[in-house]
């Protein structure tokens, strides 16, 4: 018992010497250093700035941060305005495919209306032989044999002409007495004439044929053009009257 008794107040007097160490002051740079190993930083204070500017830079990250970060209204407007674009894209080619495809069609269309042109304009050249066999019969005339063999040369052409027309679409467009347009006519030569006021196609010389709405064959013409000298002689006199009635 005497024992156990000397034991326990062994370690009675053990922990009050550990008590008293713990309650002596200790240096500063003990505590510091206590603190700085409990929080788990390091102190240094050879280069306190480099400290400094690692947290201006922690600092001023957050910062950038704050100003990279829209409001929810500017957020808004900017989508719209993005939304606008894409709208408008959308819009535009929309537009040019659709004209496209119009362009495709109508250049499809026109591929296949004029595809015949070429055989078509070697068929006119036939056209204009019937008209010279028939002139050359008319001029010869008087006999019923020659004047039968006219009209069945006229009926063969005639015939040729409404099949090609029906079918194709080939026409014949007079041009005697039409103004020149250099568009539908092909001037051979021009004579000065005082009866007209503008060049007008005075004689045909050779006709000319549309497939549909394209000329594939200008009429060869002779035009006839407003004579220059009586219109000076004109101008003149209308000049002298004026003059005549003004005194």
Request: with cysteine; hydrophobic share 30%; net charge negative.
């Amino acid at each position: 018992m005497k024992k156990n008794h000397e034991k326990h107040a062994d370690k009675k007097e053990a922990a009050k010497e550990e008590l008293e160490k713990d309650l002596q002051p200790k240096d500063e740079s003990a505590v510091k250093d206590e603190q700085g190993a409990g929080c788990g930083c390091e102190t240094s204070k050879e280069n306190p700035q480099e400290d400094k500017a690692e947290q201006n830079g922690s600092t001023g990250g957050k910062c950038e941060k704050n100003d990279d970060v829209l409001s929810p209204e500017k957020r808004i407007e900017e989508l719209e305005t993005i939304c606008r674009d894409w709208q408008d894209q959308y819009l535009r080619k929309a537009a040019d495919f659709e004209n496209y495809r119009k362009r495709m069609i109508r250049e499809k269309q026109e591929a296949i209306d004029y595809a015949n042109s070429n055989l078509l304009l070697d068929l006119v050249q036939v056209l204009d032989d019937f008209d010279r066999a028939i002139d050359a019969g008319k001029t010869q005339g008087g006999e019923s044999a020659n004047n039968a063999f006219v009209e069945g040369v006229v009926m063969i052409k005639n015939q040729m002409v409404s099949m090609l027309s029906s079918k194709y679409g080939l026409s014949y467009y007079p041009a005697k007495g039409e103004a020149f347009d250099p568009n539908l006519h092909e001037a051979v030569s021009m004579i000065q004439s005082p009866d007209v006021k503008e060049a007008v196609v005075g004689e045909e010389l050779q006709k000319g044929y549309k497939l549909k709405e394209r000329v594939i064959r200008h009429s060869k013409v002779m035009v006839l053009m407003p004579a220059e000298k009586q219109d000076e002689k004109k101008a003149e006199e209308s000049e002298a009257a004026d003059k005549k009635n003004e005194n």
